[in-house]
């Protein structure tokens, strides 16, 4: 019989309790390490005493009006992320594929205001991910995503990713604008070429495209920039952001220029939840703390410093781990053996994470974490790597006898 939870997801056995900065405990007293922080979202960590605070406090005080009303807190956030950022404005909402999905409203109605409401695809990248609405399962791409869901949603093309001439190839008198994830999460920490993201602002300059990225999982600090973007020193005209910016309460958020958010007159777009007091109270705490003095510089530090202590990992273990990747606090190690297994035998010491495509497991953890932490996170693995090399040898003189 079908479990009363609908079974979309291939669960572990395991069920928290409560949580302490980047651990996990459960019921019966097992401690585990957070390296995969709800999939990259739990930014400052479990239990942060101020977001903790600060959600009960408004919750108590008042949860949700509506967007009928002023919202003081939403307006404070907006201005946070507009003066951090290239944006001049902020539409809030729930989560990260209706941020992508008002992201290509707002591509779309810039062009049409623009003269041009012919101009409504948008290209994307293979191995992309956006989200799992219908236009955003189009936006991804992934036949295994997109299989038994009917007609994909029109409107999207998709290029190689780091592809510039393929890109450029692309480009059609239709073509509204182009949608990049700086740094491919779900298909397995693959960051974009610095050429690559210079090669499209200037595309989208020269053919007056506008340029969106998809910072969901990049942003919000998680690679030691507030957006991944930064790095690039690449300015777009829009972006999307979610998992990390509520530390664990739901919310999306769309950035853009004044340019293109110009087009968003009352009534074009909107959302019943989305920017509500409760939401925001946690987005405010989430802002303050990635900005306050010293805290991206933490992220940068300790993520280079999980990133050596990966590729240590790779020398040590070549059997199981083949190559490390990432930036900041969003990393990735290529195994040999399948993700999952890998994912099992790291439970099993102690240390959750996430897989990704391409093999990859993914190790993104609160943005709190310490040196220590990452070095706890990597001793597990390589007991992780020890065990699994142990039970394959085990295998191997079970079958030769
Ligand atoms: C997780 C993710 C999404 C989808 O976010 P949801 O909140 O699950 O809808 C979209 N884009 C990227 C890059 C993501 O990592």
């Given at each position: 019989m079908i479990s009363a939870l609908m079974p979309t997801f291939n669960r572990a056995d395991l069920a928290f309790e409560r949580g302490e900065g980047a651990w996990l405990m459960t019921a019966d007293g097992r401690r585990f390490l957070d390296f995969g922080a709800g999939i990259?979202?739990?930014?400052l960590g479990h239990g942060h005493p101020r977001l903790v605070n600060a959600i009960a406090e408004q919750a108590a005080r008042v949860m949700h009006v509506s967007n009928l009303y002023r919202i003081p807190q939403a307006e404070a956030l907006a201005r946070k992320l507009v003066d951090n950022s290239f944006a001049d404005s902020v539409f809030f909402c729930n989560s990260g594929a209706e941020a992508n999905e008002g992201m290509v409203?707002?591509?779309?109605?810039?062009?049409?205001?623009?003269?041009?409401?012919?101009?409504?695809?948008?290209?994307?990248?293979?191995?992309?991910?956006?989200?799992?609405?219908?236009?955003?399962?189009?936006?991804?791409?992934?036949?295994?995503?997109?299989?038994?869901?009917?007609?994909?949603?029109a409107g999207f093309d998709h290029v190689p990713f780091n592809n510039l001439n393929r890109l450029r190839d692309a480009i059609t008198p239709e073509t509204a604008g182009i949608m990049i994830e700086p740094i491919q999460g779900e298909s397995g920490i693959k960051q974009a070429d610095p050429h690559f993201m210079r090669g499209l602002r200037q595309a989208c300059d020269e053919m007056g495209l506008v340029l969106a990225?998809?910072?969901?999982?990049?942003?919000?600090?998680?690679?030691?920039?507030?957006?991944?973007?930064?790095?690039?020193?690449?300015?777009?005209?829009?972006?999307?952001?979610a998992k990390g910016i509520g530390g664990g309460f739901p919310l999306g958020a769309i950035l853009?220029?004044?340019?293109?958010?110009?087009?968003?007159?009352?009534?074009?777009?909107?959302?019943?939840?989305?920017?509500n007091p409760l939401a925001c109270a946690a987005g405010n705490v989430v802002m303050d703390?990635?900005?306050?003095?010293?805290?991206?510089?933490?992220?940068?530090?300790?993520?280079?410093?999980?990133?050596?202590?990966?590729?240590?990992?790779?020398?040590?273990?070549?059997?199981?781990?083949?190559?490390?990747?990432?930036?900041?606090?969003?990393?990735?190690?290529?195994?040999?053996?399948?993700?999952?297994?890998?994912?099992?035998?790291?439970?099993?010491?102690?240390?959750?994470?996430?897989?990704?495509?391409?093999?990859?497991?993914?190790?993104?953890?609160?943005?709190?974490?310490?040196?220590?932490?990452?070095?706890?996170?990597?001793?597990?693995?390589?007991?992780?790597?020890?065990?699994?090399?142990?039970?394959?040898?085990?295998?191997?003189?079970?079958?030769?006898?």
């Amino acid at each position: 019989m079908i479990s009363a939870l609908m079974p979309t997801f291939n669960r572990a056995d395991l069920a928290f309790e409560r949580g302490e900065g980047a651990w996990l405990m459960t019921a019966d007293g097992r401690r585990f390490l957070d390296f995969g922080a709800g999939i990259a979202v739990s930014s400052l960590g479990h239990g942060h005493p101020r977001l903790v605070n600060a959600i009960a406090e408004q919750a108590a005080r008042v949860m949700h009006v509506s967007n009928l009303y002023r919202i003081p807190q939403a307006e404070a956030l907006a201005r946070k992320l507009v003066d951090n950022s290239f944006a001049d404005s902020v539409f809030f909402c729930n989560s990260g594929a209706e941020a992508n999905e008002g992201m290509v409203k707002m591509i779309r109605r810039d062009q049409a205001r623009r003269g041009h409401p012919e101009r409504t695809r948008i290209i994307c990248c293979d191995g992309a991910f956006h989200g799992r609405t219908l236009a955003m399962l189009a936006a991804t791409g992934n036949p295994a995503y997109l299989d038994g869901f009917g007609e994909p949603v029109a409107g999207f093309d998709h290029v190689p990713f780091n592809n510039l001439n393929r890109l450029r190839d692309a480009i059609t008198p239709e073509t509204a604008g182009i949608m990049i994830e700086p740094i491919q999460g779900e298909s397995g920490i693959k960051q974009a070429d610095p050429h690559f993201m210079r090669g499209l602002r200037q595309a989208c300059d020269e053919m007056g495209l506008v340029l969106a990225f998809d910072e969901v999982q990049t942003g919000m600090g998680r690679t030691g920039k507030l957006f991944a973007h930064e790095w690039y020193d690449v300015k777009p005209d829009i972006i999307s952001v979610a998992k990390g910016i509520g530390g664990g309460f739901p919310l999306g958020a769309i950035l853009a220029t004044e340019e293109v958010a110009s087009h968003m007159t009352p009534g074009s777009h909107g959302t019943t939840f989305g920017g509500n007091p409760l939401a925001c109270a946690a987005g405010n705490v989430v802002m303050d703390e990635l900005m306050a003095p010293g805290f991206l510089a933490h992220v940068r530090k300790v993520g280079d410093a999980l990133g050596a202590m990966l590729d240590g990992l790779v020398v040590e273990w070549p059997e199981i781990f083949e190559q490390a990747r990432g930036r900041g606090l969003m990393r990735g190690l290529r195994c040999r053996p399948p993700v999952a297994t890998v994912l099992n035998a790291a439970m099993h010491e102690g240390l959750l994470c996430v897989t990704a495509g391409d093999n990859v497991l993914r190790l993104v953890p609160p943005l709190v974490v310490t040196e220590e932490d990452c070095r706890t996170a990597c001793a597990r693995l390589a007991r992780a790597a020890k065990a699994m090399l142990a039970h394959e040898k085990t295998n191997a003189r079970t079958v030769t006898a």
